[in-house]
């Protein structure tokens, strides 16, 4: 425990480095085939969503209430996704960032840090 007190501004300084580099990093997901794709980054944020209009239109025909609960699903669907596999990345950073400072830090434990 004290050589990890002792190394704590390094070990500040390089997860402060692993949060600005997942920062800048985005993921995708997709939905409906690809129809709705969604983009987020490191900091958790959707950053766009996308629209292929011609796979979007075949599944979703009409301007019914079932057609836009269905175009809010797939919208959701892909968000969530997205979000999902950007905790993913940063956990993955984390973990190792945390083998390089070697840090007897146990699998998962790192998980929401950023």
Do not use: W, Y
Request: proline share 3%; charged share 25%; aromatic share 0%.
């Amino acid at each position: 425990m004290a050589g990890i007190m002792k190394d704590l501004p390094r070990i500040k300084e390089r997860l402060g480095q692993v949060k600005d580099e997942v920062a800048r990093r985005e993921v995708e997901a997709t939905t409906g085939g690809g129809a709705v794709t969604a983009v987020a980054n490191g900091r958790l944020r959707i950053v766009r969503i996308e629209f292929d209009h011609s796979l979007l239109s075949a599944l979703v025909e009409g301007d019914s209430e079932e057609d836009r609960a269905l175009a809010s699903d797939l919208v959701t669907g892909a968000c969530n996704a997205a979000l999902e596999k950007a905790q993913e990345m940063i956990t993955s950073a984390l973990s190792e960032a945390a083998a390089d400072l070697g840090l007897p830090i146990p699998a998962g434990a790192l998980e929401g840090l950023l």
